[in-house]
């Protein structure tokens, strides 16, 4: 059984940085692609960042280019979101995911099977 847990969101001020965890357990981590996505109320779960197994293939969204960076330890089984010059439209869920068979780096979330239980990320004005 995959599981996933992510860990590190708060309350930050515009401008400021939050790290993201996700933990995983469960099957052999550094095989598989991880993911992170968010979302807010009403709205669909957006795509943020992806990296392949190996970690040596990143992936953003437009809107976080820049100001984000993804990263895994497959050592200890934990992929990271750091996030720096937050902004207000930050804020949201933050979900981490991972796929049953895929390796390499992916946007759609139709290709992620597993899913941790997200991490709210608020950032004030």
């Known amino acids: 059984q995959v599981q996933l847990v992510e860990s590190g969101g708060g309350l930050v001020q515009a401008g400021g940085s939050l790290r993201l965890s996700c933990a995983a357990s469960g099957r052999t981590f550094s095989r598989y692609v991880m993911g992170w996505f968010r979302q807010t109320p009403g709205k669909e779960r957006e795509f943020v960042a992806t990296i392949s197994g190996s970690g040596d293939s990143t992936y953003y969204a437009d809107s976080v280019k820049g100001r984000f960076a993804i990263s895994r330890d497959n050592a200890k089984n934990t992929v990271y979101l750091q996030m720096n010059s937050l902004k207000p439209e930050d804020t949201a869920v933050y979900f981490c995911?991972?796929?049953?068979?895929?390796?390499?780096?992916?946007?759609?979330?139709?290709?992620?099977?597993?899913w941790g239980q997200g991490t709210q990320v608020t950032v004030s004005s």
């Open positions: 995911a991972t796929s049953h068979w895929l390796a390499a780096a992916s946007v759609p979330a139709s290709n992620y099977d597993y």
